[in-house]
Structure formats: structure tokens, C-alpha cells
């Protein structure tokens, strides 16, 4: 048997790399399958902790219901059906909230989530990176959409992205930068690839600014009225914010 157990590994490693299984590893090295299977879980998890955060695997990406509405996705006909145009609140259209979770360790997982404006502001706020359980991630997932009326709606990888990173670009076309932890926690995301589909923003392609609580309003519109025009975008602020 073996005494160093750093030669071991290594040798599991290889092993792994070249495709075998735990059972073959226990033939080829003399181990009992109990002690192979759980030497081979030991490299998985090493390869997790050290693989870069968008490169690790997805357990699940979930955008808010409604995040579609008056956006253009004649490029991705998918995602509009499966969003049900007009079947929920109207209160929370022009706002995608999106979440993904990766795997992090054999039983743990990263989460996090993106407030995107997809009529103007893009990416507002950020949460996480944060690390749990993968028996606490439903939970998470229900309490991160507590206030809209309807559940979430599973997507895929390349939808997150597509809302997320295309929200920020459109942004910046008006004028606006993401968040302030945008790059910190994006790592997480990873980007689209070339191939991905398009979503139009803005509400039915125009710039339509909806004022937030933190918002300051009267910079917004300048930048606005700056960038696109007057005539050119709309906007809607609460009494007081100008």
C-alpha cells in the first residue's frame, strides 16, 4: 500500500485525467473501492476550489416572471415564450432580477444575483458572491423572489448572461455604468459567447427611466437628455425626485 499519501493523489489524478473511473482506479492501484471512491472525490473537490468561478459547473440559473415585457426577442423566440408575456404583475416590468448558482465543493454552492434595469440603467445592484449548502439553495432562491407574485422562471446559462451583460451594454450606450461590485461578482457569471441571441432593450426600444429610491433623478435624466436627445427617451419619477 501506499504511505504517501501526496503520491497518492497525484497518482488519481493521472488516473482520473486519463479517464478512468473509481473502480478502475481501486483495480489499478490496490485500493478497496471505499478508499478509491473517496480519493477520487478529494480531486474533485481540489479541481473545484481551484477552477476559476465561471469555469466551475452551473446547479441553476433563474431570472424574475415578466422581465420581457415590451422588449424585443424576435432573436430569441425561446425566451419570450417561456417568460408569458402579461401573465403577472405589470408593477415589476422593465426589471430582470437574475440568480445563478455554481457548484463550489461536492456539497456547497455559490449564488449570485443581478437587479438589471432592461429598460435604461442596466445593472443596479449586485448580491454576493455568497457561499452555502446546496441544501439551503431553494430556500435562498424562494426568499431572493419573495416580492414578486409569481415564481421565478428556470433559464439557462446563457440566458442569464445574455440579460445581464446586455442589459450593462445597452447602459452604456445611454451613459451608465453598473453597480459598483458589478466586476466582483460577474466573475461568477461568465460572459456570452458570439452566438448567443440578442435582446432588445429599452421599452419597445426606446429608454424609459423608472426613478428608484436611491436614485438620483435629476442626474439621470440630464444624462439622458444628454445622450439621447429630448424626444428621444422617456422617463417616469416619483414626486419630489426632480
Same mark, same amino acid.
Given at each position: *500500500? ?18 478512468? /473511473? ?7 492501484? +490496490? ?28 446547479? /441553476? ?26 401573465? #403577472? $404583475? ?28 432592461? =429598460? ?5 445592484? !449586485? ?10 439553495? $431553494?430556500?435562498?432562491?424562494? $426568499? @431572493? =423572489? ?7 422562471? &428556470? ?11 446586455? +442589459?450593462?451594454?445597452?447602459? &452604456? !450606450?445611454? %451613459? ?13 457569471? +461568465?460572459?456570452? #459567447? ?14 424609459? @427611466? ?11 435624466? +440630464? ?5 439621447? %436627445?429630448? %424626444?428621444?427617451? $422617456? @422617463? ?5 425626485? *426632480?
Amino acid at each position: *500500500m501506499y504511505d504517501d499519501d501526496a503520491q497518492l493523489l497525484s497518482q488519481v489524478r493521472s488516473l482520473r485525467e486519463k479517464g478512468s /473511473g473509481p473502480k478502475q482506479i481501486a483495480r489499478a492501484l +490496490g485500493l478497496k473501492p471505499a478508499r478509491a471512491g473517496a480519493l477520487v472525490r478529494q480531486v474533485a473537490h481540489e479541481q473545484q476550489s481551484t477552477a476559476a468561478p465561471a469555469a466551475r459547473p452551473v446547479v /441553476g440559473c433563474w431570472v424574475s416572471a415578466d422581465w420581457s415585457t415590451d422588449l424585443e426577442l424576435s432573436a430569441a423566440p425561446d425566451w419570450a415564450r417561456a417568460d408569458d408575456e402579461g401573465a #403577472g $404583475d405589470p408593477g415589476v416590468a422593465g426589471f430582470a432580477q437574475v440568480l445563478i448558482a455554481r457548484q463550489e465543493r461536492a456539497s456547497r454552492v455559490t449564488v449570485c444575483g443581478f437587479l438589471v434595469d432592461v =429598460y435604461c440603467l442596466g445593472v443596479k445592484d !449586485t448580491v454576493g458572491p455568497q457561499v452555502m449548502g446546496g441544501g439551503s439553495l $431553494d430556500a435562498y432562491v424562494r $426568499d @431572493y =423572489y419573495r416580492a414578486f407574485d409569481r415564481p421565478p422562471l &428556470r433559464i439557462g446559462l446563457e440566458q442569464a448572461q445574455s440579460i445581464v451583460h446586455g +442589459g450593462v451594454a445597452y447602459a &452604456r !450606450t445611454l %451613459g451608465f455604468e453598473p453597480g459598483p461590485d458589478f466586476a466582483q461578482v460577474s466573475v461568477h457569471l +461568465g460572459e456570452p #459567447g458570439p452566438a448567443a441571441p440578442q435582446v432588445g432593450f429599452g421599452r419597445q426600444g426606446k429608454p424609459f @427611466y423608472i426613478n428608484g429610491p436611491r436614485d438620483d433623478a435629476r442626474k439621470i435624466v +440630464g444624462t439622458l437628455e444628454r445622450t439621447c %436627445g429630448a %424626444g428621444n427617451y $422617456d @422617463y417616469v419619477v416619483g414626486t419630489g425626485s *426632480m
